[in-house]
């Protein structure tokens, strides 16, 4: 089991930028989680945004962050980053970070979940 802490969420004008951290406590070697970052609207359900492999070499987008959004990791630190860009007011979610031993898409990879950090983008 890992523990998850996200922060960096906020309040921004639409086209300004927000970094979001996740940093990961664990017996285990970071390097060996997969990450993703999720996000949930009011009233919609949790998505994919963004997920990342241990060694950092294979990264996943949403087709709606493609281009903006760009994940990291900095396994030294046991932390994993969500650099986001030109944000849109339908960027406004609680986003979730997640840990897991296969990278990918899907919400039942990951087993792991912070509390979730709240990104607000104002038009």
């Known amino acids: 089991q890992v523990q998850l802490v996200e922060s960096g969420g906020g309040l921004v004008q639409a086209g300004g930028s927000l970094r979001l951290s996740c940093a990961a406590a664990?017996?285990?070697?970071?390097?060996?989680?997969?990450m993703g970052w999720f996000r949930q609207a009011p009233g919609k359900e949790r998505e994919f945004v963004s997920a990342?492999?241990?060694?950092?070499?294979?990264?996943y987008y949403a087709d709606s962050v493609k281009n903006r959004f760009t994940i990291s990791r900095d396994n030294a630190k046991n932390t994993v980053y969500l650099q986001m860009d030109s944000l849109k007011p339908e960027d406004t979610a609680v986003y979730y970070c997640?840990?897991?031993?296969?990278?990918?898409?899907?919400?039942?990879?990951?087993?792991?979940w912070g509390q979730g950090t709240q990104v607000t983008v104002s038009s």
């Open positions: 664990s017996g285990r070697a970071f390097s060996s989680y997969a």
């Open positions: 997640a840990a897991g031993s296969v990278t990918g898409r899907v919400k039942n990879l990951y087993d792991d």
């Open positions: 990342i492999s241990g060694s950092g070499r294979v990264t």
